[in-house]
């Protein structure tokens, strides 16, 4: 058995922000697919696995973790790697990802959800997710002018919290192209040594009727 169980799903950016450092660090994990769009996460079974019922969950030596952020603390110490070299920058790692869990993923997620799977179209809960990414966006933008990466010199589990979901590409409905800091950012994980789109990591669930 793999040493490291992530159950996740490929349309999960929450997900990919485990899985992708896992592919990275070249360690032995397995992706077992929930399967969410048919209510996996709210069967007896999963419940039991994580009462939150939500993706993604890590197994790793008796341990079962859930919460992205957590396992990403998780991962540092048991990887050796991606983590903050000092206090100061274990303290600014985590500012970004609480910023990004409360400013950034979750008005991008909960936007791209409506457009690309429930099929919405714009609608003026859609315009206001777009115009809290704008704020959002240009906060980071500020952020990555001057820097290759969010914290210090090589890439952090900030990163890979962060830039999740920006590797969905159309799904997002959304255009870099006024963020040439974060287009150039987003490129150098892409380039980082054994990176695979999230669709290639982990089995897809939604099926477009």
């Known amino acids: ?28 994990w397995e992706p077992v697919f929930v399967d969410f769009f048919n209510g996996a996460h709210r069967a007896e079974a999963f419940r039991e696995l994580n009462d939150m019922s939500e993706a993604p969950v890590l197994e790793h030596r008796g341990l079962k973790l859930t919460q992205s952020g957590v396992i990403l603390d998780y991962l540092t110490e048991t990887l050796g790697r991606y983590g903050g ?4 920058e274990r303290r600014e790692i985590w500012r970004w990802i609480l910023f990004d869990n409360h400013k950034f993923t979750s008005y991008m997620a909960t936007r791209r959800f409506f457009l690309a799977f429930m099929k919405t179209g714009e609608t003026p809960v859609t315009e206001f997710l777009r115009s809290r990414m704008k704020a959002a966006f240009a906060v980071l933008e500020a952020h990555l002018k001057d820097r290759n990466f969010v914290v210090g010199d090589r890439p952090t589990i900030a990163d890979f919290s962060l830039s999740s979901y920006l590797h969905y590409g159309d799904e997002l409905a959304w255009s870099f192209d006024p963020y040439p800091a974060i287009s150039a950012w987003v490129e150098r994980i892409r380039a980082l040594p054994g990176w695979k789109h999230p669709y290639e990591l982990m089995q897809r669930g939604y099926r477009d009727a």
């Open 85 to 88: 070299e000092t206090p100061e």
């Open 1 to 28: 058995m793999p040493e490291y169980r992530l159950h996740c799903f490929g349309e999960s950016g929450n997900s990919y922000k485990v899985a992708l450092p896992l592919q990275l660090a070249g360690v032995d």
